[in-house]
């Protein structure tokens, strides 16, 4: 990674304005706010290098984030770099605070159980609306899905599980055909994704998960749609449980 993030006026190691292909968590962000894989515009580069490195963890909660040293990373103006921020502040990733430098947003514990419980509520109506409006044909996607994270958890490899399981979420809410959830669960689910990668990061966590998903599939399969709903509340409420377990408070040090 060429380029160099500046972070409490210290460089540390942040995604590419261009060139290699975007990462999964660079793509992640422009799904989510609706824009093409096209970064036509400084600005646009600049949200997507930043809101990556937040998600991904690279960037922690309270870090602060230098406009200054932004700006002449991407050779541009602070213009391009203040759109970016308010933009990602819009989507609960950056705070912006007046006469202090914008930081990466903390997310309280009370917040976070807030997020959890509305994300369980809705992953469950999803669950419902995709057994009674999706064929079996349809349903028969998560069953690749399902392979892919036997195997990526089967070779420990935690990068490529989570971004998996950030992809099942994505395919449930688009087979679930109401765009109004959909996009409820990708403004506070974004808000919250390094917390799902910490979660699936403690001992057992993805032993738990794949039995976990592998029993939702089984219950998409049968059209069974309670047991679906309680299926996929329990996931996500585990994932919280596990948060709090790490110990995580979200206060300042």
Aim: hydrophobic residues 40%.
């Amino acid at each position: 990674m060429g380029d160099v993030m500046a972070v409490n006026g210290e460089g540390r190691d942040a995604p590419r304005a261009s060139g290699p292909p975007l990462t999964a968590g660079e793509r992640e962000i422009l799904r989510v706010l609706r824009r093409s894989e096209d970064l036509d515009s400084v600005a646009a580069r600049i949200l997507v290098s930043v809101g990556s490195a937040i998600i991904e963890g690279r960037l922690k909660p309270g870090d602060d984030l230098n406009s200054v040293d932004l700006a002449r990373q991407f050779s541009s103006s602070r213009t391009p770099v203040r759109e970016a921020l308010l933009t990602l502040e819009r989507e609960g990733l950056v705070e912006i605070a007046a006469r202090k430098r914008p930081r990466v947003r903390r997310l309280g514990l009370t917040e976070v159980r807030e997020i959890y419980e509305l994300r369980s509520e809705l992953y469950g109506l999803v669950s419902r609306r995709i057994i009674a409006h999706r064929t079996a044909g349809e349903i028969e996607v998560f069953d690749g899905v399902q392979a892919r994270l036997e195997e990526a958890a089967a070779a420990g490899d935690l990068e490529r599980y989570f971004w998996l399981i950030v992809d099942f979420r994505n395919t449930e809410a688009r087979l679930a055909g109401n765009e109004t959830v959909r996009a409820v669960l990708d403004s506070v689910g974004i808000r919250t994704l390094h917390l799902r990668h910490l979660s699936l990061s403690l001992p057992g966590r993805l032993d738990t998960s794949v039995e976990d998903h592998r029993r939702l599939v089984r219950a998409y399969a049968d059209g069974e749609a309670e047991l679906a709903v309680a299926l996929t509340r329990s996931i996500v409420l585990r994932g919280l449980a596990a948060v709090e377990r790490s110990g995580w408070t979200g206060s300042p040090d």
